[in-house]
């Protein structure tokens, strides 16, 4: 019996270090080599690099203006700046510890489900999380948005009010959670609290705590919000909380706004189209379990707790894909906090399913998983294996070794409109060398001493180049940067 049991524990390491180094791997493979998307990763970007470099670690600033658009708490800036000490002002500084709370999750989530609902089931909520291909790879993981730190709070704060009802100490964690998660996408963090009433109204576990935990759980989420609020008061008084609460809150929630419309099937589709194949997975479970009388989450009088575990994660799921299919602006990757507890449930379900089950269906769940976790995977590589340039991007990255630090930067339009600067190409000129992307086109540029002019190909002509008197700096496929002649 003990070498059988020690097989075991050597097989669940082994097999759980290589799903967990397939996640690494998924993760942080060529992180740094892909192009800065506009939206939301480059306003982030932007607003951390420019609060290093101010020393202002309260406001959030664009093009050195306070910025109004970007109403968010400042600790996934916080973020931001600590992968750009730890690996650079570059793409990969900007992801790193989106990449690392990632990884972080995955070992909270495979720890909580093996001393839970066993091995088994942390191996599969595992294997299903290393291969979610909208957690990894759209405006999550793999990216420099706020997303992965806030689903890494979101996940903490969920799994330790589950773990309240062994420890109450465990009460005020989810509180501090629950507090980081606010300060990282401010109101997305009241699914945190309405999870946890519905979650205390069903199972009646707020009967069995103290009045003083309350408060300390209050506490604890209260007080780095509110220090918080005070040290932006400081700064510009109501103003950004003001607009947070009217534009971020109300607005988004009470009418579609910047084109994000949707109706109630939005986030179902959502899900089918990055995680069709592991509903279907858990759906099979289901049939399988039903065909074979096989109660699935259902558990003995000693292990009642579980009941309690399993609510809650049903809650986690239902109550983010309910508030946010009733607010008006739909966004696909607001529901990355329900991809956690669906990857736990498909875990629990599938190891009850190969406890309970025949060997016909444990035969059919494994063949399942490889088939699931394989056409995944194989998507994951394509991805990862294959970012595609943006040569306006790596144009102004060509400035990084340049003489030009702290340059400012126009856009030339041959029919002098107004110049637009994409949030990408922003960020990447000022982790470059420090330029400083400014309005005005060509009359500005010529008129401003320690300036660079940026001209798409289309545009460029050895005519511009004579009659201004400028020189070509850098040039690739898609365009030219310039400079005056000294």
Known sequence: MRKTGYL???????????????MVYNVFYNLGKFPISSWDEA?????????????????NTYLSHPDYWNLKPPLSYWAIMVGYKLVGLNALGLRLMSGVCAIF??????????????????????LALSTSTQYLLNHCARTGDADSLFVFFFTLSIISLLSARRQTQWLYAAGLACSLAFLTKSWHAGNILLIMAVYFLLTRQWESFHWRAWWRAALS???????????????????????????????????PIEGHIGDETYYGIILVHFFFWWLALLIGIMVI???????????????????????????WICVPLLMFTLA?????WYILPVYPPLCMLIGICASQLWRKGTWR??????AGLLFVA???????????????????????QQTAQMPVHGYELFMYHPLHRKDHWPQNAVLTAELANDLKPRHGGLKTFLHTNRSLLLVKKAWFSKQLEHKYHLSVLASNRWGYILEKHA
Do not use: C
């Open 221 to 255: 989420f209260a007080v780095p919000v509110l220090a918080w609020v005070l040290a932006r008061y400081h700064y510009d008084g109501w103003r950004f909380l003001k607009q947070m609460i009217a534009y971020d809150l109300l607005l988004r929630s009470s009418r």
């Open 289 to 315: 379990s039903y065909i074979q009388d096989v109660r699935l989450l259902t558990f003995d009088q000693a292990n009642h707790r579980l009941k309690a575990d399993v609510v809650g994660i049903l809650v």
């Open 328 to 332: 008006k602006t739909k966004i696909r």
């Open 43 to 59: 306003r982030h970007g932007v607003n951390a690099y420019e609060m290093l470099k101010n020393r202002n670690f309260i406001v």
């Open 8 to 22: 075991r524990n050597v097989s669940f390491y082994v097999l759980a270090g290589l799903i967990f180094s397939m």
């Open 105 to 126: 999750m995955a070992v909270v989530i495979a720890l909580f489900m093996k001393n839970r609902f066993g091995r088994m089931a942390a191996i599969i909520s595992l």
């Open 361 to 366: 269906a444990r035969g059919l769940l494994l």
């Open 374 to 396: 394989s056409f995944y995977e194989m998507n994951i590589q394509k991805y990862i294996h294959h970012p595609k340039p943006n040569w306006e991007l790596a144009l102004l």
